[in-house]
């Protein structure tokens, strides 16, 4: 990175769901139509991959691998090498609990996703679900886990309802779905792609796949989060977020782990989370919690022990959280999240957090354009840090500012701000917003006039 960062020795931020008692103190383009339609060169998924548990010599359950598609021949081995290596982090994934298994008669199905960041930083989104196999008698469940590079997590909810059912027919009924998946276009945000199906008894199915409009919040389901946090803990863990501290989700289920990490990092729009990301720490991987680098890591209650043995922990009550952020904006935001509905859809409650949390950004940052200076034409821009930060009115808001622009997330923010030409054009939400806040801010100082 340009700048060398340091981290304070701040102890990590440890969340506990549900919260201990004694805790609680504290297709080709043949058209422009459709160019607008589909992102071209992208894949639904690189991997379907069936993870079975099959009993050792030893006697124990391990994950295996016992179904894959597509198959991928004529690799080099360096290829090969590196798909191994992914297939075996998907059977760490999948189940990570360890070989704790026993055959079950009934098993409560759950989907939830995980995370495979490569060595140049890029990353993988796995989606996962977990059930009982069908049949008969005591059984150990297996899992279906996805692998691509979109992030959409009810879409490949809906895609594993449809394979979920193939399965209980044949595991030969899956390729055909899975085949016409992958020959299918991804659809652009707001658009829908249709799959033709044949299922024996019912004919030729037509399944609808529709991407959400804001396709920076379609990997998200905020619901999950303020089931398990009270607005004023959601605040603390996005002021812990913001400053690029350690944090730990605790849960039991795997799906609430997964879901809440998603849901954070989408609170940080749009900004980027650039460091460890774990939803699920498979057991083996516990000792990540001793770490000194920033990290978000989605841990298993059975593990709590584990976690508060190795690392010294704060609760989210107890540590300097709430100090971090400007007073006035915190207010702002909790004012703003009082505004959703008990019942609201998943649609409707991601419009009312996006516009509590996003607004931060645009009054902290929202006039960094102003302070990128050129020396030519086709020249890469300078940011102007200190002039930036000291243009702020507000005392706390600059005190705010000038932590965050020591930030990894910041920096790379700017970084890819100074490589754009003045010309490029900036599109997005948070453009968008920042418009309309400045534009807000020129109304009202022209009516004091």
């Not at 803990?233 to 501290?245: D, K, N, T």
């Not at 939400?429 to 400045?438: G, L």
């Amino acid at each position: 990175w340009s700048n060398q960062l340091s981290y304070p020795d701040h102890k990590p931020l440890v969340l506990l769901y549900p919260p201990l008692q004694e805790s609680l103190e504290p297709a080709p383009v043949d058209t422009p139509a459709k160019e607008q339609r589909y992102m071209s060169g992208q894949y639904f998924f690189e991997y379907l991959v069936v993870v079975s548990l099959k009993k050792s010599k030893e006697g124990a359950y391990e994950p295996q691998i016992t179904y894959q598609f597509p198959k991928r021949d004529g690799m080099v081995r360096f290829q090969r090498e590196e798909e191994e290596k992914t297939l075996k982090a998907i059977t760490l994934f999948c189940f990570p609990e360890g070989i704790n298994w026993a055959p079950l008669t009934e098993y409560h199905s759950e989907t939830f996703s995980f995370v495979l960041t490569e060595i140049d930083g890029s990353r993988r989104n796995g989606y996962c679900r977990r059930l009982l196999p069908h049949g008969n008698g005591a059984r150990p469940p297996e899992a279906y886990c996805i692998i691509s590079r979109l992030a959409c997590f009810g879409l490949f909810s809906k895609i594993f309802d449809e394979v979920e059912k193939r399965r209980q027919i044949s595991m030969a009924m899956i390729y055909p779905f899975m085949q016409s998946l992958r020959e299918a276009a991804f659809p652009a945000p707001g658009n829908t792609v249709k799959i033709k199906s044949f299922i024996p008894d019912k004919g030729t199915e037509i399944i609808s796949l529709t991407r959400p409009l804001d396709s920076w919040l379609e990997h998200v389901d905020f619901r999950t989060l303020f089931r398990c946090l009270t607005d004023e803990e959601v605040l603390l863990v996005f002021a812990a977020a913001v400053m690029e501290r350690r944090i730990v989700f605790i849960a039991e289920e795997l799906s609430t782990l997964s879901q809440v990490i998603h849901a954070v990092v989408a609170l940080l729009y749009p900004f980027t989370w650039q460091h460890t990301f774990i939803s699920i720490v498979p057991e083996i991987l516990i000792d990540v919690v001793m770490a000194p680098t920033p990290y978000l890591l989605g841990v298993q209650k059975r593990l709590l022990e584990q976690v508060t043995d190795q690392s010294d922990v704060s609760h989210p009550h107890l540590g300097d959280e709430k100090s971090i952020l400007p007073p006035k904006l915190q207010d702002e935001i909790l004012q703003a999240l009082r505004n959703r509905k008990e019942e609201a859809t998943v649609e409707e409650l991601n419009t009312v957090v996006s516009e509590a949390f996003l607004p931060f950004f645009v009054k902290t940052v929202g006039h960094f354009a102003s302070y990128v200076t050129r020396k030519g034409r086709g020249q890469p821009g300078v940011f102007q840090s200190r002039a930036f930060y000291k243009a702020i009115e507000s005392k706390t808001t600059r005190h705010f500012v000038k932590k965050f622009l020591q930030t990894q997330m910041f920096d790379l923010f700017i970084q890819e701000l100074e490589q754009q030409q003045p010309a490029s054009p900036q599109q997005g939400i948070f453009h968008k917003k920042i418009v309309e806040y400045q534009e807000k801010k020129k109304r009202e100082k022209a009516k004091k006039k």
